[in-house]
């Protein structure tokens, strides 16, 4: 059973206002990390997407921090601007109830002129991407020497960026005498060797089970091989869920069911490694922004994948090790959502060590008296023109709403490419978005758009 954090040394300030935001119990990786962690230690933290992580360096963080001191003294770097962002807004929440903290975002995209006028108004933490990081200090806008805390957020993903040149040489400028804190969701010989060389006798914490699975509702199902795609249907009808994840063994399975369902005229994509890097980005952007309800995916397509907490984890068949499955159904229930994850297994597979006591359930107990039938609310316009072009989400929303009856809100995620870009929006606008587009300049220039069919 987790801890309260009020066991932990925090300051009042932080206990009480980690409480006004509803958090009582630690999660798991809260727990080991967090004790080291105010000590003063370096630490090298693992644990799945999800299990808390940003709360445990945050905590870190704020209570090291000398808020009367008008320096950087935290450095957090992450993978992307959006993961920054969401870092520093966290951050924020937990320290609204001190006094006059400081925080700053330095991430690449955004006008290198204005983050020199923040910092030349001083902040107290730094949340930021490599390449923007590294010009500033290069620059000399940006100065470590009075850093004591370094966190690096991601770190899997920043080595996958191919970002650890830009981190040397970032901690090349950062004070020897610090505190770094070092998180990732998985764990590797590449992700030790960062380790080796920035941490010193750190406290090393594996968390391998997810912590808040508590809200997840795990069940499973015997069923033949026969009648395993028909279970698939009836689970589907009787669930009714908008976003739904479904899992298979192979490759060839996931283009089965993908095909299948399409046929039964259930939108679903398929994304597996097979398909090529702009596939498979599409893909996600279309499950990701409400294009499609269903995503069938591999275990290692899914790795990695950024995706929001999904209402149904549907596994077609039982992966082969627990570990697996517990990263699967980890994509549904986050914190604060309840989640379902069900399980076809065969008769004779015996069911992995889950902490919970397993559901069994039989199929005769769903409802399939309507097939599945959830409609999808969003489409998605392809538009050839990226940040090249020096596009950005207000163009788009600015050329979109300026002399239409599209409102803002009918406009969904913008995601922005070198070259290209798509936009989602409420499926009954698209075709009046699609014209307005092909007619009307962004940001004085004309581009090709098309929709995206699915
Ligand atoms: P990670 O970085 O490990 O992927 P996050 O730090 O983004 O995970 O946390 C995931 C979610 O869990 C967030 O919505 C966060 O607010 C929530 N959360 C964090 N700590 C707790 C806690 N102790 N109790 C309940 N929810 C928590
Ligand atoms: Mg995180």
Not at 364 to 376: A, E, F, G, K, Q
């Given at each position: 059973m987790s801890t309260e954090f009020s066991q932990l040394p925090l300051s009042t300030v932080l206990l009480d206002n980690i409480k006004t935001l509803g958090y009582t119990q630690m999660t798991p990786i809260q727990e080991q990390s967090l004790p080291p962690i105010l000590e003063g230690r370096d630490v090298i933290a693992q644990a799945k997407t999800g299990s808390g992580k940003t709360l445990a360096f945050g905590l870190g963080v704020l209570e090291h921090l000398?808020?009367?001191?008008?320096?950087?003294q935290a450095l957090l770097i992450c993978p992307t601007r959006e993961l920054a962002s969401q870092v520093a807004g966290e951050l924020r929440r937990m320290a609204r109830a001190m006094h006059n903290v400081k925080i700053l975002e330095l991430c690449g995209g955004a006008p290198m002129k204005k983050q020199i006028h923040s910092l030349s108004h001083k902040a107290h933490i730094v949340v930021g991407t490599p390449g923007r990081l590294l010009a500033h200090l290069q620059r000399g806008t940006l100065s470590l020497e009075h850093l004591h805390t370094l966190v690096l957020d991601e770190a899997d993903r920043m080595l996958d960026m191919g970002f650890y040149d830009d981190i040397a040489a970032i901690i090349d400028y950062a004070p020897t005498k610090r505190q770094t804190l070092l998180f990732s969701a998985t764990f590797s010989s590449e992700i030790h060797q960062l380790a080796q060389k920035f941490l010193h006798h750190a406290a090393e914490i594996h968390v391998k089970h997810e912590p808040l699975d508590s809200q997840i509702t795990e069940h499973f199902y015997r069923v033949s091989e026969a009648s395993r795609q028909k279970a698939l249907f009836a689970l589907l009808g009787h669930y009714q869920k908008e976003r739904i994840l479904i899992f298979c063994n192979t490759k060839v399975a996931c283009d089965t069911i993908a095909d299948t369902l399409y046929e039964s005229g259930i939108d679903a994509l398929a994304m597996h490694s097979d398909l090529e890097q702009f596939e498979r980005e599409e893909t996600l952007i279309l499950f990701a922004n409400g294009s499609c309800n269903i995503l069938v995916a591999t275990d290692v397509a899914a790795r990695g994948l950024d995706i929001d907490a999904v209402d149904l984890v549907l596994n077609y068949e039982l992966p082969h090790d627990d570990e697996v499955y517990v990263h699967r159904i980890g994509r549904t229930g986050r914190a604060d959502r309840a989640g379902v994850s069900v399980s076809l297994c065969r008769g004779d597979e015996s069911v992995l060590e889950t902490k919970k006591p397993v559901l069994w359930q039989t199929l005769?107990?769903?409802?399939?008296?309507?097939?599945?039938?959830?409609?999808?609310h969003m489409e998605t316009l392809f538009i050839c023109g990226g940040k090249k072009e020096k596009l950005r989400p207000g163009d788009i929303v600015g050329a979109l709403t300026a002399d239409s009856n599209i409102s803002a809100d009918a406009i969904g995620n913008i995601t922005i490419f070198d070259k290209y870009t798509y936009v989602a929006l409420r499926k009954h606008l698209a075709p009046t978005a699609l014209e307005l587009l092909q007619k009307h300049p962004i940001k004085g220039r004309m581009f090709r758009v098309r929709q995206l069919k699915i």
């Open positions: 000398h808020v009367k001191t008008f320096r950087i005769d107990t769903l409802d399939v008296s309507t097939p599945y039938n959830v409609p999808v």
